[in-house]
């Protein structure tokens, strides 16, 4: 479960059932909750945005911060 309060605009997401890699935007007050909105690059036009904006439980369910890949720790590139 990802942590709403960590969110920052500096890292890359991945939200499930949704394509591509997404950053963070920003959060909105709404009477009852709590909304937080991501964006990507649409995928036929660069120069477009696509935004979801999720609840507080779908961030905390669907959302997860991508990790960037070291080499280095992979078994394969050990040694090398």
Known sequence: MLDCTEL??????????????WHYSHSVNE???????????????SNRRV??????EQTRRDVTERQPLEISHLEAFRGL
Request: charged share 25%; glycine share 6%; net charge positive.
């Open 8 to 21: 920052s605009k500096s890292k890359l997401y991945t939200i499930s059932g949704k394509p591509g890699q």
């Open 31 to 45: 009477v009852k909750s709590k909304r937080y909105v991501f964006w990507r690059y649409a995928v036929k036009d």
């Open 51 to 56: 935004t979801v904006s999720l609840s507080q």
